[in-house]
């Protein structure tokens, strides 16, 4: 059964799935849609146009689908959307998309968002992703399946950060991190090896982390400046495993941009 506190504020034009609960001190604009099984527990804002999928559960102070922190520009039309069975802990902020950008930003499923932890306006955030106290990712920021970022870790507008990464904390990146890797440090923020342990804890088969492995050690540790030469040749050979060969296209595709980040190209 939906319970909704005395003191909650619901706008009229607010949809509400099954065994929602609604705490004290909550605020949902007009046009949200929250599913079934939502937890917000209280002093929650939810903006206009907001979409919550199933089974989500938000803490206490945060601020879902406000408009994005730019100078100008801001469009109440543009879009928030958030899968199922996320978690939001105390303090999080997620900002709408923008008229400059997609016009959306997206959160995938299964996610888990610790205190203070910020995504900015077009982001896309994929699932399985945790985001350790306070991290910030910048607008059209995105972040593959399974990325998992400790506490204070910054991106740069537009940086992805590829599938299975581990970024250390305090981690500053400005260009894209490929997939499977481990990576700290800032300016630069640079690759410090395979992230072994993860794909391990994630069923990676042995052939495939070592395949993995060996790609790492031919693109980071033997080469110096000389990596776009060495993705070209390791992309000829035949019978490349499947996670190698995503490996090596998403480097490609991060080499298309001066700073390496590829989705800059498509910056409006």
């Known amino acids: ?73 801001h469009d109440p039309e543009t879009e928030l959307i958030i899968g199922n069975d996320n978690v939001f802990r105390e303090n999080v902020t997620i900002n709408r998309g923008s008229p400059i950008g997609s016009g959306k930003t997206i959160i995938g499923d299964q996610n888990y968002f610790m205190i203070g932890s910020h995504v900015g306006h077009d982001c896309e955030i994929e699932d399985n992703v945790v985001l350790g106290n306070y991290c910030q990712i910048g607008g059209h920021g995105k972040l593959e399946r399974n990325v998992w970022m400790s506490a204070f870790c910054g991106t740069h507008q537009f940086v992805t950060v590829g599938r299975f990464v581990y970024a250390g904390g305090l981690s500053g990146i400005v260009s894209d991190i490929p997939p499977f890797m481990r990576t700290s440090g800032s300016y630069p923020c640079t690759v410090r090896g395979l992230n072994a342990v993860g794909l391990q804890r994630a069923g990676f088969s042995a052939e495939s982390i070592q395949a993995l492995n060996e790609t790492y050690r031919g693109l980071y540790r033997h080469r110096e400046g000389a990596l776009t030469g060495a993705v070209e040749e390791m992309m000829s050979r035949q019978e490349l495993d499947e996670n190698v060969k995503y490996l090596l296209e998403f480097l490609q595709r991060s080499f298309q941009h001066r700073m390496n980040r590829h989705r800059e190209l498509f910056r409006h």
């Open 1 to 73: 059964m939906t319970e909704i506190a005395a003191t909650a504020i619901l706008d009229k034009t607010a949809q509400l799935g099954s065994d929602v609960y609604i705490g004290p001190g909550c605020v949902i604009d007009s046009d949200v849609i929250i599913g079934d099984g939502c937890l917000l527990k209280a002093n929650i804002f939810v903006s206009k146009g907001v979409t919550l999928g199933q089974g989500n559960q938000v803490f206490p102070n945060c601020v879902l689908g406000e408009e994005p922190q730019m100078v100008d520009k």
